[in-house]
């Protein structure tokens, strides 16, 4: 079956730095890829997405980078603050007409002074 | 807007019960999913309903069941509860449920089962 896993489990960086957090997923049939960031006792929220078609997009402080030849999505967060420290979460849509998502196991993103 | 509202926010059950979960999606949005995220297998997905059809299930017993009104509210139930039920269940909506727009997550039941 497809799966979507998460290279580092967690991730400390200093207040001010970028952070990246890398995703891996399997389907090559995938179409639709989404970020989630949760924090402690909520539900996920929406940071980004992209469509297989695109290879780069960009929010605010965020970047999403899509290589389909390696299976691989990357988030970048520019210049981290602490309130940026939550799990994240990457996520491989079926697309096709379901919502049906794929979760990684997420990564604990940590930002120290 | 309002965002995605599940009620209760946390419940307390005993094996053998069974529980309802409510929904209420985003105003407008039509695709409702249901997830269920545990500490040890992380967010899986249980079902997705559209327009009051199930459209796609997740590999959970048949225990696990849900529905979707015509106002696009769903609810859940899980019958003969385990306590390996423990778990937070998230609902997630979406707009028109075409599978590359964002979902938009409520914050969860956080279901116990003593």
């Known amino acids: 079956g497809e799966s979507v896993g998460l290279h580092l489990p967690t991730l400390s960086v200093q207040e001010g730095d970028n952070s990246i957090i890398n995703c891996a997923y399997s389907?090559?049939?995938?179409?639709?890829f989404i970020w989630y960031k949760q924090e402690s006792g909520k539900g996920p929220q929406f940071i980004i997405d992209i469509r297989s078609n695109m290879d780069k997009r960009q929010g605010q402080r965020v970047t999403v980078l899509l290589n389909k030849t390696v299976k691989h999505l990357s988030l970048q967060i520019a210049a981290t603050q602490p309130g940026d420290s939550a799990v994240y979460f990457c996520?491989?849509?079926?697309?096709?007409?379901?919502?049906?998502?794929?979760f990684g196991t997420g990564t604990r993103l940590q930002v120290f002074p | 807007k309002a965002g995605v509202t599940q009620t209760p926010r946390y419940l307390i059950k005993t094996r053998g019960q069974q529980v309802t979960l409510s929904c209420s999606p985003i105003s407008g949005h039509r695709s409702v999913s249901w997830y269920q995220q545990t500490p040890g297998q992380g967010l899986q997905f249980l079902f997705e309903y559209f327009s009051e059809t199930q459209r796609n299930k997740g590999n959970f017993p048949g225990r696990f069941s849900g529905r979707q009104f015509s106002n696009s509210r769903s609810e859940m139930n899980v019958s003969t509860l385990e306590l390996g039920d423990s778990a937070l269940y998230l609902c997630?909506?979406?707009?028109?449920?075409?599978?590359?727009?964002?979902?938009?997550f409520g914050d969860g039941t956080r279901l116990s089962i003593l």
């Open positions: 389907n090559s049939a995938s179409d639709y």
């Open positions: 996520a491989d849509g079926e697309g096709r007409n379901t919502d049906k998502l794929i």
């Open positions: 997630a909506s979406s707009e028109q449920g075409t599978g590359n727009q964002p979902q938009h």
